[in-house]
């Protein structure tokens, strides 16, 4: 059991590139987020999905974009990146969205926007 | 935005010490209190959680929760170096008009068990 997985470990991008943030679990769970961390703002929620086909809005969704074709798989992409993205990436899945299930978080994504 | 209090750090203290790490938060609505440890380029992982007022203990922690003060605690008892980490609240809330539950994290507080 692989858990969360996250790929790549590290990406630098230029102003303007496109790129797409890999996240997969082998534990079936149907809710799946992404968050991003950056130092003295806490996570935050950028997208999240509560099973395939479905995916909606967190908190700072703006230049993200994701899809949820599989239960495994929720990439993220960067459709023009900005310097404001840098930032670490986390992704993370539980069996639901409710009160009580937990979440388990990926090793994240390092990305630096130059 | 549900707003949750957390002081950053760095909170250094000698091995062996009793650590306490607070959060505070100004919103009834949260209903389940979580902490979770994030080393060192890693990611969070759940430590502990309740949802009721009241002390809850897991080995060398324990979880408190004061509701009528909106105040949660985690003591950390005989500290260890390996305890060194950033220790993240999380608060989960119900969205009035449906939807997924809410999750919302305090920023973190960077702690050093000094061995």
């Known amino acids: 059991n692989a858990g969360v997985t996250q790929t790549p470990k590290f990406q630098v991008l230029k102003t303007g590139q496109s790129m797409t943030l890999q996240c997969a679990q082998d534990?079936?769970?149907?809710?799946m987020s992404w968050y991003r961390q950056d130092p003295g703002m806490g996570l935050r929620l950028i997208h999240y999905?509560?099973?395939?086909?479905?995916?909606d809005q967190g908190e700072v969704p703006n230049g993200y974009n994701v899809s949820r074709s599989t239960t495994e798989d929720f990439p993220l992409r960067l459709l023009s990146a900005a310097p404001s993205q840098t930032s670490v990436y986390f992704c993370?899945?539980?069996?639901?969205?409710?009160?009580?299930?937990?979440?388990?978080f990926g090793p994240g994504t390092r990305l630096l926007v130059l | 935005q549900k707003e949750v209090e957390q002081d950053p750090g760095p909170l250094s203290v000698p091995e062996g010490a009793i650590v306490s790490l607070n959060c505070t938060y100004s919103n009834s609505a949260f209903q389940y209190f979580m902490w979770y440890r994030q080393y060192s380029r890693k990611g969070p992982e759940l430590l502990m959680y309740t949802y009721s007022s009241g002390n809850k203990e897991d080995g060398r922690f324990t979880a408190q929760v004061d509701k009528s003060s909106k105040y949660i605690s985690l003591f950390i008892r005989d500290s260890q170096p390996s305890d060194s980490a950033t220790y993240l609240c999380a608060m989960k809330w119900k969205p009035l008009g449906g939807g997924a539950d809410g999750l919302t994290f305090g920023k973190g507080t960077h702690l050093i068990i000094q061995p």
């Open positions: 534990m079936n769970h149907e809710y």
């Open positions: 993370a899945s539980s069996q639901g969205g409710g009160l009580q299930e937990t979440q388990y």
């Open positions: 999905s509560v099973g395939a086909g479905i995916t």
